[in-house]
């Protein structure tokens, strides 16, 4: 639906940022509900198997391809859902490697770029808790929303793997990652309405992975007279946008606590009150 000569968009992103009177939830997508599906389109879709990697999927946490659950929405053409195809360790996992190795050097944090802290060993989690990006591989500027050629690092390995799997399920078999920021998100977060285009490839598709607590997501069009469409992102839940999704409006108005997420270990107090999201693009054609 558009709305002509307005900002549909922001109109919707202000009404669920508000903290008085509260959203009303109940029109948000819940892809763990199909009675919250309502008249949005939603459609289970069957992902593309790939060759036999039990090993891979072992390594990387994740079920089998074929045991994923994954959805489109007709108005959204190219979007895709998957509903958390992590085991339990596997979400632990990579929990672990956005506190352990991703936001070590050389990779530059908001926090290494401020004050030059180490967070090698930190066990601060006054500290940690302050984390809010870190960036992998092509380093994004945020002055210029450019990628440079003489700003980039090695891509770990695993993230790339994970990437070219989830590529896979939805038809994609030439994806190669080569940036991505992992976003550290409080529980008082937001991040505005936005498209990303600053890289020269935009066939390949955007790769969203989150973990701890659950946003509200919105999902637009190509500019914001579209009204976008709201859906909840949970624990291990990935979001694609690919074909003509990819340059498409979103946001996230809001992160609200999610009462059944737990996990063991370290990180179990301060994912309590953060929401991690790994977002993988290939910059180059």
Partial sequence: MQEQNGDAFRKVFKYYKQKQP??????????RDESTFGKHGIRQHSPCTSPDIKNAYDDLGLIPVNSWKMFTIDQHSGFYF?????????????????????????????????????????NDDIILQKLRWATLGYHHNWDTKEYDENSKGEFPSNLNLLSCIITQSIGFQSFKAEAAIVNYYALDSSIGGHTDHSEKNHVAPLISVSFGQTAIFLMGGPDKSVKPTPLFIQNGDIVIMSTSTRLCYHAVPKIIPDPEFSIEGRWSLIMSKMRLNLNVRQVNL
């Fill in 82 to 122: 998957i509903s958390n195809p992590f085991t339990k360790s596997g979400i632990e996992y990579w929990i672990q490697q956005s506190f352990e190795n991703y936001c070590l050097p050389p990779n530059p944090t908001n926090i290494s770029l401020k004050d030059k802290t180490d967070l090698k060993n930190c």
């Fill in 22 to 31: 509260a959203p009303d939830l109940s029109t948000v997508i819940n892809f």
